[in-house]
């Protein structure tokens, strides 16, 4: 049975940082393909960030160059680290994996987190 965990979200002032976590259990980071998503209240998910097998990233336009993903195979666990947080991000992110990258893409993924809040005051 596959589990994702998030973990990592909360409060923050404008300018600040979190990282947020997502532990796998029952599927290996390192041989699928992992994002991270993100709803605000009266909005559509979005896609943030993906991760691919070999660790190849994409960055949605509105967070690059402030998020990163990453992944740490040996821990079986993928992250987010969010710099330079604005109001806009605040939502509930959540943790998507899939073994088909379109379907992941598309986040239309078969795993999902329960997802964690952000919250980014001005």
């Known amino acids: 049975q596959v589990q994702l965990v998030e973990s990592g979200g909360g409060s923050v002032q404008a300018g600040g940082s979190l990282r947020l976590s997502c532990a796998a259990s029952g599927y290996s980071v390192g041989t699928g393909y992992m994002g991270w998503f993100r709803q605000a209240p009266g909005m559509e998910r979005e896609r943030v960030a993906t991760?691919?097998?070999?660790?190849?990233?994409s960055h949605a336009g509105s967070v690059k160059g402030r998020f990163t993903i990453s992944k740490d195979n040996a821990k079986n666990t993928l992250y987010l680290q969010m710099n330079s947080l604005k109001p806009e991000d605040t939502a509930v992110y959540y943790c998507a994996a899939d073994s088909d990258f379109l379907r992941l893409w598309n986040g239309q993924s078969t795993y999902w987190g329960q997802g964690t809040q952000v919250t980014v005051s001005s």
């Open positions: 991760i691919d097998r070999v660790g190849s990233t």
